[in-house]
């Protein structure tokens, strides 16, 4: 059985980091593009970062790029998201997905692209 078991979510104040993890088991194979994705009340589910396989390559949308950075550690078969410089506007559920398909929408945050997706973990930025 699949799981993404996403932490680190909390409360801060405008300007703090923070830093998410989710931990996937019952996935052995690592060779995938895995990404964070958030979703605030009322809104569509958007991409914030992407990651390649070997980790040496990340995708970010202008609106987190330069404060967000996604990393990961295929021996632990975990990805993370350091989040700085945080804004009330990053308030939001946060999710990690993983098993991105191949040919999907480039880049890699089309939603529906990936296979696995974590029970989220929230985030709350306050000013």
């Known amino acids: 059985q699949v799981q993404l078991v996403e932490s680190g979510g909390g409360s801060v104040q405008a300007g703090g980091s923070l830093r998410l993890s989710c931990a996937v088991s019952?996935?052995?194979?690592?060779?995938?593009?895995r990404g964070w994705f958030r979703q605030a009340p009322g809104k569509e589910r958007e991409g914030v970062a992407a990651?390649?396989?070997?980790?040496?390559?990340?995708y970010y949308p202008d609106s987190v790029k330069g404060r967000f950075t996604i990393s990961r550690d295929n021996a632990k078969n975990t990805v993370y998201l350091q989040m700085n410089d945080l804004e009330p506007g990053d308030t939001a559920m946060y999710y990690c997905?993983?098993?991105?398909?191949?040919?999907?929408?480039?880049?890699?945050?089309?939603?529906?692209?990936?296979?696995?997706w974590g029970q989220g973990t929230q985030v709350t930025v306050s000013s």
């Open positions: 997905a993983a098993g991105w398909t191949s040919g999907g929408t480039w880049p890699p945050f089309g939603s529906s692209d990936y296979k696995y």
């Open positions: 019952g996935v052995t194979d690592t060779s995938d593009y």
């Open positions: 990651i390649h396989p070997t980790g040496r390559t990340a």
